[in-house]
Antibody, heavy 120, light 106 residues
Framework: EVQLLESGGGLVQPGGSLRLSCAAS????????MHWVRQTPGKGLMWVSR????????TYADSVKGRFTISRDNAKNTLYLQMSSLRAEDTAVYYC?????????????WGQGTLVTVSS | DIQMTQSPSTLSASVGDRVTITCRAS??????LAWYQQKPGKAPILLIY???SLYSGVPSRFSGSGSGTEFTLIISSLQPDDFATYYC?????????FGQGTKVDI
Protein backbone atom coordinates (compact mmCIF):
# COMPACT_ATOMS: atom_id res chain seq x y z
CA GLU A 1 0.00 0.00 0.00
CA VAL A 2 1.26 3.45 -0.88
CA GLN A 3 2.54 5.61 1.95
CA LEU A 4 2.01 9.36 1.79
CA LEU A 5 4.05 11.76 3.90
CA GLU A 6 3.21 15.45 4.12
CA SER A 7 5.65 18.15 5.17
CA GLY A 8 6.01 21.90 5.09
CA GLY A 9 3.42 22.95 7.63
CA GLY A 10 4.08 25.53 10.29
CA LEU A 11 3.25 28.97 11.62
CA VAL A 12 2.82 31.75 9.08
CA GLN A 13 1.54 35.31 9.36
CA PRO A 14 -1.66 36.43 7.65
CA GLY A 15 -0.90 37.36 4.06
CA GLY A 16 2.08 35.04 3.99
CA SER A 17 2.90 32.02 1.88
CA LEU A 18 3.74 28.39 2.50
CA ARG A 19 4.40 25.35 0.32
CA LEU A 20 3.27 21.92 1.41
CA SER A 21 4.74 18.72 0.01
CA CYS A 22 3.43 15.17 -0.07
CA ALA A 23 5.94 12.41 -0.86
CA ALA A 24 4.63 9.08 -2.10
CA SER A 25 6.43 5.82 -1.47
CA UNK A 26 5.61 4.18 -4.78
CA UNK A 27 6.52 4.93 -8.37
CA UNK A 28 2.89 4.26 -9.31
CA UNK A 29 2.30 7.80 -8.01
CA UNK A 30 2.26 9.05 -11.59
CA UNK A 31 -0.80 6.92 -12.37
CA UNK A 32 -3.13 8.51 -9.86
CA UNK A 33 -5.08 11.68 -9.32
CA MET A 34 -4.09 13.39 -6.10
CA HIS A 35 -6.02 15.63 -3.74
CA TRP A 36 -5.54 17.98 -0.81
CA VAL A 37 -8.09 17.95 2.01
CA ARG A 38 -7.99 20.11 5.12
CA GLN A 39 -9.54 19.90 8.56
CA THR A 40 -9.86 22.79 10.95
CA PRO A 41 -9.08 21.57 14.47
CA GLY A 42 -12.18 19.99 15.94
CA LYS A 43 -14.16 20.43 12.72
CA GLY A 44 -15.02 18.46 9.61
CA LEU A 45 -13.19 17.66 6.39
CA MET A 46 -13.03 20.11 3.51
CA TRP A 47 -11.78 19.15 0.06
CA VAL A 48 -9.28 21.75 -1.18
CA SER A 49 -7.92 20.79 -4.58
CA ARG A 50 -7.22 17.97 -7.05
CA UNK A 51 -4.76 17.33 -9.84
CA UNK A 52 -4.89 14.74 -12.61
CA UNK A 53 -2.26 12.06 -12.95
CA UNK A 54 -0.23 13.96 -15.55
CA UNK A 55 -0.82 17.37 -13.98
CA UNK A 56 -2.83 18.70 -16.90
CA UNK A 57 -6.06 19.19 -14.98
CA UNK A 58 -6.64 20.98 -11.69
CA THR A 59 -9.67 22.05 -9.65
CA TYR A 60 -9.96 24.17 -6.51
CA ALA A 61 -12.52 24.86 -3.84
CA ASP A 62 -13.98 28.33 -4.19
CA SER A 63 -12.51 29.42 -0.86
CA VAL A 64 -8.92 28.88 -2.07
CA LYS A 65 -9.23 29.61 -5.79
CA GLY A 66 -6.72 32.21 -6.90
CA ARG A 67 -4.64 31.81 -3.72
CA PHE A 68 -3.58 28.14 -3.76
CA THR A 69 -1.85 26.22 -6.55
CA ILE A 70 -1.62 22.44 -6.72
CA SER A 71 1.16 20.82 -8.70
CA ARG A 72 3.10 17.59 -8.89
CA ASP A 73 6.50 16.24 -9.91
CA ASN A 74 6.02 12.66 -11.06
CA ALA A 75 9.77 12.13 -11.38
CA LYS A 76 10.06 12.82 -7.65
CA ASN A 77 6.77 11.12 -6.66
CA THR A 78 5.78 14.34 -4.93
CA LEU A 79 2.64 16.47 -4.73
CA TYR A 80 2.69 20.14 -3.78
CA LEU A 81 0.32 22.81 -2.54
CA GLN A 82 1.55 26.37 -2.86
CA MET A 83 -0.49 28.57 -0.55
CA SER A 84 -0.38 32.35 -0.69
CA SER A 85 -2.36 35.28 0.75
CA LEU A 86 -3.02 33.06 3.74
CA ARG A 87 -5.85 33.90 6.11
CA ALA A 88 -6.66 32.87 9.66
CA GLU A 89 -9.43 30.66 8.30
CA ASP A 90 -6.85 28.61 6.37
CA THR A 91 -5.55 27.29 9.69
CA ALA A 92 -6.02 23.53 9.51
CA VAL A 93 -4.41 20.14 9.26
CA TYR A 94 -3.75 19.53 5.56
CA TYR A 95 -3.92 15.97 4.25
CA CYS A 96 -2.88 14.69 0.86
CA UNK A 97 -4.98 11.83 -0.45
CA UNK A 98 -4.66 9.49 -3.39
CA UNK A 99 -7.57 9.12 -5.74
CA UNK A 100 -7.66 6.60 -8.53
CA UNK A 101 -6.48 6.48 -12.07
CA UNK A 102 -9.30 8.65 -13.31
CA UNK A 103 -12.36 10.64 -12.36
CA UNK A 104 -14.62 8.27 -10.41
CA UNK A 105 -12.45 7.16 -7.52
CA UNK A 106 -12.70 7.63 -3.78
CA UNK A 107 -9.68 8.48 -1.64
CA UNK A 108 -7.99 5.16 -0.92
CA UNK A 109 -4.88 6.41 0.85
CA TRP A 110 -4.21 9.40 3.06
CA GLY A 111 -1.12 10.97 4.57
CA GLN A 112 -0.86 11.67 8.29
CA GLY A 113 -1.42 15.40 7.82
CA THR A 114 0.60 18.56 8.40
CA LEU A 115 -0.61 21.47 10.52
CA VAL A 116 -0.73 24.98 9.08
CA THR A 117 -1.34 27.80 11.53
CA VAL A 118 -2.01 31.29 10.20
CA SER A 119 -1.59 33.81 12.98
CA SER A 120 0.26 36.99 13.83
CA ASP B 1 -21.14 22.82 -5.58
CA ILE B 2 -22.97 19.72 -4.44
CA GLN B 3 -23.90 19.93 -0.76
CA MET B 4 -23.80 16.82 1.43
CA THR B 5 -25.88 16.65 4.61
CA GLN B 6 -25.43 13.94 7.20
CA SER B 7 -27.74 12.98 10.03
CA PRO B 8 -27.52 12.71 12.89
CA SER B 9 -24.54 14.89 13.85
CA THR B 10 -23.97 12.84 16.99
CA LEU B 11 -25.15 9.37 17.82
CA SER B 12 -24.91 7.66 21.18
CA ALA B 13 -24.82 3.89 21.02
CA SER B 14 -23.66 0.78 22.82
CA VAL B 15 -21.54 -2.17 21.80
CA GLY B 16 -23.67 -4.57 19.80
CA ASP B 17 -26.10 -1.90 18.58
CA ARG B 18 -27.13 -1.56 14.95
CA VAL B 19 -26.18 1.94 13.83
CA THR B 20 -27.57 3.82 10.83
CA ILE B 21 -26.15 7.05 9.43
CA THR B 22 -27.82 8.95 6.60
CA CYS B 23 -26.28 11.17 3.94
CA ARG B 24 -28.24 13.32 1.50
CA ALA B 25 -26.90 15.04 -1.61
CA SER B 26 -28.28 18.35 -2.90
CA UNK B 27 -28.52 16.83 -6.38
CA UNK B 28 -28.21 13.38 -7.86
CA UNK B 29 -24.74 11.87 -7.62
CA UNK B 30 -25.70 8.44 -8.98
CA UNK B 31 -23.69 5.99 -6.82
CA UNK B 32 -20.54 8.10 -6.56
CA LEU B 33 -20.48 8.17 -2.79
CA ALA B 34 -17.85 7.11 -0.29
CA TRP B 35 -17.86 6.68 3.48
CA TYR B 36 -14.83 7.29 5.70
CA GLN B 37 -14.06 6.65 9.35
CA GLN B 38 -11.86 9.01 11.32
CA LYS B 39 -10.51 8.68 14.84
CA PRO B 40 -9.08 11.61 16.83
CA GLY B 41 -5.65 12.67 15.64
CA LYS B 42 -5.70 10.25 12.71
CA ALA B 43 -6.31 10.51 9.00
CA PRO B 44 -9.61 9.24 7.62
CA ILE B 45 -9.78 5.73 6.23
CA LEU B 46 -11.98 4.54 3.39
CA LEU B 47 -14.77 2.16 4.34
CA ILE B 48 -17.22 2.12 1.43
CA TYR B 49 -16.94 3.32 -2.17
CA UNK B 50 -19.46 3.53 -4.98
CA UNK B 51 -22.20 3.70 -2.34
CA UNK B 52 -22.19 0.00 -1.45
CA SER B 53 -18.79 -1.54 -2.23
CA LEU B 54 -16.76 -2.57 0.81
CA TYR B 55 -13.13 -1.43 0.60
CA SER B 56 -10.42 -4.05 1.03
CA GLY B 57 -9.86 -5.08 4.63
CA VAL B 58 -12.96 -3.37 6.02
CA PRO B 59 -15.04 -5.61 8.33
CA SER B 60 -18.27 -6.95 6.87
CA ARG B 61 -20.33 -5.39 9.67
CA PHE B 62 -20.06 -2.16 7.64
CA SER B 63 -22.41 -1.79 4.70
CA GLY B 64 -23.65 1.00 2.48
CA SER B 65 -26.68 1.53 0.31
CA GLY B 66 -28.48 4.14 -1.75
CA SER B 67 -28.29 6.00 -5.02
CA GLY B 68 -29.27 9.34 -6.42
CA THR B 69 -29.55 11.65 -3.42
CA GLU B 70 -30.10 9.39 -0.39
CA PHE B 71 -27.49 7.10 1.12
CA THR B 72 -27.06 5.05 4.26
CA LEU B 73 -24.14 3.61 6.19
CA ILE B 74 -25.02 0.75 8.51
CA ILE B 75 -22.87 -0.84 11.18
CA SER B 76 -24.65 -4.09 11.94
CA SER B 77 -23.17 -4.71 15.39
CA LEU B 78 -21.15 -1.86 16.85
CA GLN B 79 -17.73 -2.84 18.16
CA PRO B 80 -15.48 -0.89 20.57
CA ASP B 81 -13.18 0.00 17.70
CA ASP B 82 -16.04 1.64 15.80
CA PHE B 83 -16.45 4.63 18.09
CA ALA B 84 -15.31 7.37 15.72
CA THR B 85 -16.56 10.07 13.37
CA TYR B 86 -17.95 9.06 9.99
CA TYR B 87 -18.03 11.19 6.86
CA CYS B 88 -19.74 10.76 3.54
CA UNK B 89 -18.19 12.23 0.39
CA UNK B 90 -19.46 12.65 -3.13
CA UNK B 91 -17.16 12.23 -6.10
CA UNK B 92 -19.67 12.93 -8.83
CA UNK B 93 -18.26 16.40 -9.48
CA UNK B 94 -14.70 17.70 -9.72
CA UNK B 95 -15.23 19.41 -6.34
CA UNK B 96 -15.34 16.43 -3.97
CA UNK B 97 -17.50 17.62 -1.07
CA PHE B 98 -17.85 15.97 2.34
CA GLY B 99 -20.72 15.77 4.75
CA GLN B 100 -20.27 17.48 8.09
CA GLY B 101 -19.64 14.20 9.91
CA THR B 102 -21.45 11.96 12.38
CA LYS B 103 -19.77 11.26 15.69
CA VAL B 104 -20.58 7.87 17.16
CA ASP B 105 -19.94 7.77 20.87
CA ILE B 106 -20.91 5.78 23.90
Amino acid sequence: EVQLLESGGGLVQPGGSLRLSCAASESTFSSYWMHWVRQTPGKGLMWVSRISSDGSGTTYADSVKGRFTISRDNAKNTLYLQMSSLRAEDTAVYYCARGGGGYYYAFESWGQGTLVTVSS
Amino acid sequence: DIQMTQSPSTLSASVGDRVTITCRASQSISSWLAWYQQKPGKAPILLIYKASSLYSGVPSRFSGSGSGTEFTLIISSLQPDDFATYYCQQYSSYSRTFGQGTKVDI
